[in-house]
């Protein structure tokens, strides 16, 4: 039955690059408010189903729709309702983040005070302040990541896509943001965190999804994926779902060619 309240609906969801599909019938609906980790081994397809959300890749078939409009048909007004921490991102490095927030602002029409006085503030909670009107290349791995997600929720968005956010983050900042999200969550945002990090997954999320061969073969919270398994951490549940078991004889071969010289 159809859930009337789904802030994102998937049906039938397939994607290919040339002969290679990826996505092979992705089925999903949810609700607002709820951390959603997306979760499978590299290259399963979890940023290929995160660009199809955000509208920047094409050529799927199936339906995909948020905030209850097609984002096919629905023009791309859902686009200011949405933040993105990407994996990989192209940050504009000569620009300073006072400059990089102002073209954010603009692009979102906010004003630029309000705007600047929230982003300066933000950039304080996270200790980057005093960087504010430096150039983005000065900046340390974990300063621009501070960055990407102050960017990602400047514009108060209802749907967050985290793809693998805590990158370069120091333990501290990785309290702070868990707790972020937590509380974003409660005030009822939707978030889909992807990421590899299996414990903060499986600690975070109240709902966990396994991408694996194209398909999603586990979909539950931790607590009912862990009694629908035999094996107990996250970590182990995606081994025995993936049906990945050669890590011990990998590691042996790995260390075996290393030291053959
Ligand atoms: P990771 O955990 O390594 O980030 P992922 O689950 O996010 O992986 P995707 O980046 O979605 O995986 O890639 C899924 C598959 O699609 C991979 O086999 C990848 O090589 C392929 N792929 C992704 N983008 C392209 C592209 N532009 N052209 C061709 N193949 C692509």
Redesign the pocket.
């Known amino acids: 039955m159809e859930n009337k309240e789904s802030i994102i609906s998937i049906k039938n969801l397939e994607m290919s690059?040339?002969n290679?599909k990826?996505l092979k019938g992705i089925n999903l609906e949810i609700p607002r408010g709820q951390i959603i980790g997306y979760i499978?081994?590299?290259?399963?397809?979890?940023?290929?189903?995160?660009?199809i959300m955000l509208g920047i890749l094409s050529g799927y078939t199936g339906t995909v729709e948020i905030l209850g409009k097609d984002i096919s048909t629905g023009g791309v007004e859902y686009k200011k309702k949405i933040g993105y921490v990407p994996?990989l991102a192209d940050i504009y490095e000569n620009l300073t983040a006072y400059e990089y927030i102002s073209f954010i602002g603009g692009v979102y029409g906010i004003e630029e005070n309000k705007l600047m006085t929230k982003a300066e503030k933000l950039m304080d909670l996270f200790g980057i302040k005093d960087a504010f009107k430096s150039r983005i290349s000065s900046y340390s791995k974990g300063m621009k990541q501070k960055l990407l997600i102050i960017c990602s929720l400047i514009h108060n968005p209802d749907i967050l896509f985290f793809?693998?956010p805590l990158s370069g983050l120091d333990a501290n900042s990785v309290m702070v943001f868990k707790e972020i999200m937590d509380s974003l969550a409660k005030e009822g945002k939707t978030i889909f965190y992807?990421s590899?990090i299996m414990d903060v997954v499986e600690k975070v999320s109240d709902r966990i999804l396994l991408?694996n061969d194209g398909q999603i073969v586990a979909d539950g919270s931790f607590e009912e994926l862990k009694n629908n398994q035999k094996e107990g951490s996250l970590e182990e549940i995606f081994n025995q779902l993936t049906g990945f078991n050669e890590h011990t004889s990998i590691a042996k071969d790995f260390v075996s060619l290393v030291e053959e010289v």
């Open positions: 690059y040339g290679k990826v499978g081994a590299n290259g399963a397809g979890k940023s290929t189903t995160i660009k994996e793809d693998e992807s590899h991408l």
